[in-house]
């Protein structure tokens, strides 16, 4: 059959008959919501590009996990700001750092609340890059360990799970086994397998201080020209021991998400991130777009890609509209 006796136009004509052939659905399960936590008390501090979202003590982030339980949102991540940094990150793999510290609050309040850490260099070395620095080199093998101490760490103070996200070769592997050999072989790990070296992480690197001090990521994080080897990562991070691999920047890379997603049988997570935030948002208060319209959609393509749920800065807002 074929037009006119076919009519697509028919199963649009009102919002019941929209609602019963609708193929992709959000829902408050599929947010995490990513935290910055740094030192002191009382201290709110905003982010200026992205707009609704702060620096927050760990007094005011027991106050967000609070509101985020109540409407319903799973879990949030955590990155920390830490009170000093140095040449080897040191603070990242403390037990007395911003990030243990803020998970133990955290689950002193609500013990059942889903905290993810992020396990990765770049907020707490001086020189921000996500690995040992040895002249100009971004060194793979040493950082290792210090990414296994850190995730163990984290998973001491009481993490439901860990996100290493700094792109060395053999990290997921190397927290596993930190992970199994320490008594927390049931603490799974998020993978940030194909993560590129993106524009989009700009507001976030203001929301951290982590921006580098010299060069680029590109030497670990991947080249955004490249979907094959988005699917190497991906393999090569399951066999490692992966839970759950994650595709970062979520919009522009959809047609990766949906690649991994129909190549393997894992939970795939998306990161809509800062920059990705920060443009709706942007947009939205020059007058130029409608922000909670534009922010849906936004997620519910992330989701039609693929993605079985999204860290995103929206999961409150989102949530309230749901
Ligand atoms: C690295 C990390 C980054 C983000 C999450 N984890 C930044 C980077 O690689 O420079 C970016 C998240 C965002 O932009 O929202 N620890």
Known sequence: MNFPQLRLRRLRKNERIRRLVRETS????????????RPGKGVKIPI???????????????????EADVLGIPGVILFGIP???????SEAYSDDGIIQRAVR??????????????VCLCEYTSHGHCGVVEGDQILNDPTLELLAKQALSHARAGADM?????????????????????????????????????SFY??????????????DRKSYQMDFANAHEALREVRLDIQEGADIVMVKPALPYLDVISRVKDEFDIPVAAYNVSGEYAMIKAAAHLGWIDGERAMMESLLSIKRAG????????????AKRL
Do not use: C, W
Not at 48 to 66: A, N
Not at 105 to 118: H, Q, R
Not at 183 to 197: D, H
């Open 26 to 37: 959000l829902s408050v399960d599929d947010f995490i919501y990513p935290l910055f936590v």
């Open 48 to 66: 200026s590009s992205m707009v609704g979202q702060f620096q927050l003590s760990i007094d005011h982030i027991i106050e967000e996990v609070e």
């Open 83 to 89: 009170e000093r940094k140095d040449e080897m990150g």
């Open 105 to 118: 609050a955290i689950k002193e309040e609500s013990p059942d609340f889903l905290v993810i850490t992020d």
């Open 162 to 198: 860990v996100a290493p996200s700094d792109m060395m070769d053999g990290r997921v592997a190397a927290v596993r086994k930190a992970l199994d050999e320490n008594g927390y072989s049931e603490t799974p790990i998020l993978a940030y397998s194909a993560k590129f070296a993106s």
């Open 202 to 215: 700009g507001p976030f690197r203001e929301a951290v201080e982590s921006a580098p001090q010299f060069g």
């Open 307 to 318: 993605a079985d749920f999204i860290l995103t800065y929206f999961a409150k807002e989102a």
